[in-house]
């Protein structure tokens, strides 16, 4: 199947610095990737649709000046938590939608775990 | 609107019993299916989809679903189950014709006992 890496999967930061996290897809190109954010034992909260070359769609509730995303190529998508707080702590998975004669689906990234201090 | 329930929070199952783990859908549209499975601290792992066809659909790790357009269900199963098996599990929903948007379910937690 398609792969997808994040980096980093960890990161730990003091509170009021901005963190960037990038997402690519590794064997395959993706016009198209998505930004998730996952509270423990939930389940995933979509936060924007991030399209190569365009601005990001982002969800209803979540601050684009906060949450910086560019994709700049049809392999890379970067989420910038900016003047980060704890309470942005959090698992954050990207996804890179895999374009099929049939349908799309989507392959995730290992996840990136964020620790505001 | 796209939506999917998962009415499971928890499901427990016996190494080697089958499993099953439950999953309806409703769309206005045709659905596509999918299951993720997801491990400790890990992202989603894609375990099959459906598309069109045949109703029983195989994917990865022997895992199968079924696709029951009367119930507008999507129940993801295994003949026998695997200590291994054990993780959180999601079924998503995405309507064509809607945009790319995929709607994914609670999860549910399969727990395999050995």
């Known amino acids: 199947g398609a792969v997808v890496s994040q980096h980093p999967s960890r990161v730990i930061c003091k509170s009021g610095t901005s963190v960037k996290i990038e997402c690519r897809s590794l064997?395959?190109?993706?016009?198209?990737m998505f930004w998730y954010r996952q509270f423990p034992k939930q389940s995933l909260m979509l936060m924007a649709t991030?399209?190569?070359?365009?601005?990001?769609?982002?969800e209803q509730g979540v601050e684009k000046d906060k949450f910086l995303i560019n994709h700049a190529s049809l392999t890379l998508s970067t989420l910038t938590v900016t003047s980060a707080h704890p309470e942005d702590s959090s698992f954050y998975i990207c996804?890179?939608?895999?374009?099929?004669?049939?349908?799309?689906?989507?392959?995730f990234g290992p996840g990136t775990r964020l620790t505001v201090l | 609107a796209q939506s999917v329930a998962q009415p499971e929070d928890q499901v427990n199952v016996a190494e080697g019993n089958p499993l099953t783990v439950k999953c309806t859908y409703s769309?206005?549209?045709?659905?596509?299916l999918f299951w993720y499975v997801q491990y400790p601290n890990r992202g989603l792992q894609f375990l099959l989809k459906?598309?069109?066809?045949?109703?029983l659909v195989k994917g990865s790790y022997g895992f199968e679903a079924e696709f029951n357009k009367s119930q507008t269900s999507f129940h993801l199963k295994k003949p026998s189950a695997l200590v291994s098996d054990s993780a959180l599990y999601f079924c998503?929903?995405?309507?064509?014709?809607?945009?790319?948007?995929?709607?994914f379910g609670p999860g549910t937690r399969l727990s395999v006992l050995p």
């Open positions: 996804s890179a939608l895999a374009r099929a004669a049939s349908t799309d689906t989507q392959y």
């Open positions: 064997d395959f190109q993706a016009t198209t």
């Open positions: 991030s399209n190569e070359g365009s601005k990001a769609t982002y």
């Open positions: 769309v206005s549209g045709n659905p596509y």
């Open positions: 459906y598309i069109t066809g045949d109703n």
């Open positions: 998503a929903v995405r309507d064509y014709g809607y945009g790319q948007n995929f709607v």
